[in-house]
């Protein structure tokens, strides 16, 4: 499935919750993420049907199986630019900025590319 930008923000602050708390619930997504409950409880609502979350009758947001993937690979992406950019002297603060801009416009193959490379160099240091 493919994803745009605003559903890969909430599924990467939903992943970030549940691995700091066992109960997520819209009002902590909306903290996470500076968002009103409204806008939180749309986007869920939009998750939901397109099968990445499931929320319970005590109103926890769970990640399904597909849901945590996705997360994952998004997280995965960002991280893996945070930790380029760092590399190369851009300021921490910064790369991680330019990272969340960044994570949704990569190909999977520019990520691949970029991270191979990366790996490599940094083996030689």
Sequence with gaps: MEYNES?????KAILTLVSRKQNVHAVD???EMGYTKA???????KLKEAGDVCIGKDGA??????GY???RKVSGTYY????????????????????CRMEHA???ETHRSLTEYFSQELQRC
């Design 7 to 11: 559903s890969e923000h909430y599924l």
């Design 29 to 31: 997504i909306a903290h």
């Design 39 to 45: 806008s939180v409880s749309r986007a869920l609502k």
């Design 61 to 66: 947001v769970r990640l399904t199986p597909c």
């Design 69 to 71: 993937a996705a997360a």
């Design 80 to 99: 893996d630019i945070v930790r380029i950019l760092v590399s190369i002297g851009v300021p921490e603060a910064i790369a991680r900025e330019d990272a």
């Design 106 to 108: 990569l190909s999977e």
